[in-house]
């Protein structure tokens, strides 16, 4: 059965600062991995996506997030973070060939101080 | 294109009424999942259909709980008799046709239920 793990309830870092919000996942065979972001009263923002290639993945908002096959990871990262960053984030996992569902972890909420 | 159209936003309704909830998946897109989210649970997948069709509702909490999709443009998801702890926010997403898995799943801005 796929899993996915996000160790962290709360991540706090200064604006400017650099960021990561930590994933890790266990699941056969080469995953696909997917980040969202929730802003308060809203649905779920796609943010990025690892299918295959460069383990390296730039997205939207400037978040970028690598995947580590030897770790069973993919942390989210920015090199400078905005207060306007401040919600809360999701990965998700999915099989290869599987009927489309992703399994969510918990989500992490951070947040940005000015 | 307008996103995924959920209806409606906010829904307060009391123990043992019937409650409708709407879904317009984006156009184009084949399959449909209904999720929800509460603070103790986090986010639970449903129900997904593919092509109109249910595949796997599994995460249908109870038989209360029953959701339809009579054509590629509508969704709904009903619960009855509704319950206290049935409050929750209800999102929608929809992805592309596709057999690899990677599409990405877009999701609509949610109804917050509350039963009382």
């Known amino acids: 059965a796929q899993s996915v793990a996000q160790p962290e309830d709360q991540v706090n870092v200064a604006e400017g600062n650099p960021l990561t919000v930590k994933c890790t996942y266990s699941?056969?065979?080469?995953?696909?991995l997917f980040w969202y972001v929730q802003y308060p009263n809203r649905g779920l923002q796609f943010l990025l996506k690892?299918?295959?290639?460069?383990?390296l993945v730039k997205g939207s908002y400037g978040f970028e997030a690598e995947f580590n096959k030897s770790q069973t990871s993919f942390h989210l990262k920015k090199p400078s973070a905005l207060v306007s960053d401040s919600a809360l984030y999701f990965c998700a996992v999915r099989p290869p060939g599987s009927a489309r569902q992703l399994t969510f972890g918990s989500g992490t909420q951070l947040t940005v101080l000015p | 294109d307008a996103g995924v159209i959920q209806s409606p936003r906010h829904e307060v309704t009391e123990m043992g009424q019937e409650v409708t909830l709407r879904c317009k998946p984006i156009s184009g897109h084949n399959s449909l999942f209904w999720y929800r989210q509460t603070m103790m649970r986090g986010l639970e997948l449903l129900i997904y259909f593919n092509n109109n069709v249910p595949i796997d509702d599994s995460g249908m909490p109870e038989d209360r709980f029953s959701a339809k999709m009579p054509n590629a443009s509508f969704s709904t998801l009903k619960i009855q008799p509704s319950e206290p702890r049935d409050s929750a926010v209800y999102f929608c997403?929809?992805?592309?046709?596709?057999?690899?898995?990677?599409?990405?799943?877009?999701f609509g801005p949610g109804t917050r239920l509350t039963v009382l």
């Open positions: 997403a929809s992805t592309k046709p596709g057999t690899s898995g990677s599409n990405t799943q877009y």
């Open positions: 699941v056969s065979g080469n995953p696909y």
């Open positions: 690892y299918i295959t290639g460069d383990n």
